[in-house]
């Protein structure tokens, strides 16, 4: 499994409620994503920092989802380019199912 934490700034004085809205507008576009397993959307307002935390089956998912076209539709919604960092994840704890889930090296 594959994390991606994406982060990009969100306007400045962006309320809870704000950010809420804007990623309760696009959270449609990922149901059914191949390959995304998990979407948590992320946001600080101290710092007005938004984005995601993405748990795919694999790296090919994640970098097919990470494209132009979606980079673009993030500059042009938040205003700001995504940074987007990468971890392998070889063991998660799902205490909705209440189990733990490992990778097979």
């Given at each position: 499994?594959?994390?991606?934490?994406v982060?990009?700034?969100?306007?400045?004085g962006?309320?809870?409620?704000?950010?809420?809205?804007?990623?309760e507008?696009?959270?449609?576009?990922?149901?059914?994503?191949?390959?995304?397993?998990?979407?948590?959307?992320?946001?600080?307002?101290?710092?007005?920092?938004?984005?995601?935390?993405?748990?795919?089956?694999?790296?090919?998912?994640?970098?097919a989802?990470?494209?132009?076209?979606?980079?673009?539709?993030?500059r042009?919604k938040?205003?700001?380019d995504?940074?987007?960092r990468f971890?392998?994840?070889?063991v998660?704890?799902?205490?909705?199912?209440?189990?733990?889930?490992?990778?097979?090296?």
């Amino acid at each position: 499994m594959i994390t991606a934490v994406v982060q990009f700034p969100l306007a400045e004085g962006t309320t809870l409620a704000e950010a809420q809205a804007i990623f309760e507008s696009t959270a449609p576009r990922y149901l059914g994503l191949a390959g995304l397993i998990r979407k948590n959307y992320l946001f600080d307002p101290e710092t007005c920092v938004g984005g995601g935390c993405y748990t795919f089956e694999n790296r090919a998912a994640a970098e097919a989802l990470y494209n132009d076209a979606w980079r673009a539709l993030i500059r042009e919604k938040y205003g700001a380019d995504p940074e987007v960092r990468f971890f392998e994840t070889p063991v998660m704890v799902d205490n909705v199912s209440n189990e733990i889930i490992t990778e097979t090296p």
